[in-house]
């Protein structure tokens, strides 16, 4: 802008030259100063009893600088400091000392628009680059002080996983101590022809699977379980169930006197009360006869060891090649417990392991 005052000043200038005549001194932009125009107004060398004097608008006199002579000797100036606001008019004019008349004058007008000015696009421009600076600044911390808090957040999380993870491998641990504790108390189980529904067929004693001539039937009434030989009215027992990947089965016991009925009615009829049981069917597994206290593992398995505490009063179902619980039901009655097994409908046999038997063996 400022470039722009430079050139088109010295026009305006001229402009007012027309109207001193060919004594009128002449008046030159010399240079900005401030907020101000630098005016130089020369003249011929005047008689002594003459000077220069500068003038506002309004007839009053302006202090100028002493005049002193050009380098050349030719000529005489003088200058004068023009601010903004001050009628922006001003004539330099040649004076006679001793009466105070004009012998010539030359006057300038110079609008506002040629004085050194802040621009408004400048301040606006000015104004977003300081606050798209204070603007960054605020990201800047803010994201400094989010990341901090994802740092801790990230630590905590990190923290809990950790303990989460070590509360996870010590419950592991001592399930698998238990379980192992569980272990030492298996017991042999074989199954009471007497106490077997006439529509199965027991084999070697611990094998059971549904007749052949009755596999397919789909009415088949009564309770088509095995009752164990074995009854027990004190201790802890374990034992084990090769079930397959059978679609159904069932395991569990019963009290004494259900199953002196269940012989006398030769199983003609099904289990109503007092027995307590875990049944795998439609891929889940349900408890009968009462409501689980654990339902930590929901996985089909193809070996399930059974736990009978008879001090606690509880019946525990557990994933062999897993080592986990998978559900345990609390006994409310305190009779003589028979174990009991449902093979469903397969044509495989579902099997009691033998106390003799390795820890793995082959599905059946």
């Known amino acids: 802008m400022q470039l722009l005052w430079n050139y088109f000043l010295p026009f305006v200038l001229m402009i007012h030259l027309t109207l001193g005549d060919n004594r009128s001194p002449l ?38 600088t002493p005049a002193i002579a050009t380098p050349d000797n030719t000529n005489i100036a003088t200058s004068v400091l023009l601010q903004p606001g001050s009628g922006n008019s001003v004539s330099c004019r040649i004076v006679s000392k001793s009466t105070k008349t004009s012998a010539g004058s030359t006057s300038v007008v110079i609008a506002d628009i040629f004085f050194p000015s802040t621009s408004q696009w400048m301040i606006g421009f000015f104004v977003i680059v300081v606050l798209g600076i204070i603007v960054i600044i605020a990201i800047y911390y803010t994201l400094k002080s989010i990341s901090k808090r994802i740092i801790i957040v990230l630590i905590h999380i990190s923290m809990y996983t950790e303990n989460e993870q070590t509360a996870m491998e010590e419950a592991l641990k001592a399930e698998q101590d238990n379980f192992e504790k569980t272990m030492e108390e298996l017991v042999n189980i074989t199954l009471d022809p007497q106490c077997t529904h006439p529509k199965l ?46 679609a159904f089965w069932e395991l569990g016991v019963l009290a004494e006197m259900v199953r002196n009925r269940l012989i006398n009615e030769r199983l003609e009829k099904p289990l109503e009360e007092r027995y307590v049981s875990m049944q795998w069917s439609h891929s889940q597994y349900h408890c009968i006869g009462g409501d689980s206290l654990t339902n930590s593992q929901n996985e089909e398995c193809a070996v399930v060891g059974v736990f009978l505490d008879l001090e606690d009063k509880m019946l525990s179902f557990y994933n062999v090649q897993l080592i986990c619980s998978i559900r345990s039901i609390p006994v409310e009655f305190s009779e003589k417990m028979y174990p009991f097994f449902k093979p469903g409908r397969e044509e495989s046999f579902l099997g009691v392991r033998p106390v003799s038997s390795p820890p793995c063996l082959a599905s059946l």
């Open 27 to 64: 008046i030159v932009l010399d240079q900005y100063e401030g907020s101000g125009i630098r005016l130089v107004c020369t003249s011929e060398i005047l008689f002594p009893e003459l000077q220069l004097l500068w003038v506002d608008g309004r007839g009053q006199e302006l202090l100028g």
């Open 201 to 246: 067929t027991v084999k070697e004693k611990n094998r059971i699977q549904l007749s052949s001539p009755y596999s397919r039937q789909k009415d088949l009434e009564g309770a088509l379980i095995a009752v164990a030989h074995e009854g027990f009215s004190s201790g802890k027992l374990y034992w084990e169930v090769e079930v397959g990947s059978r």
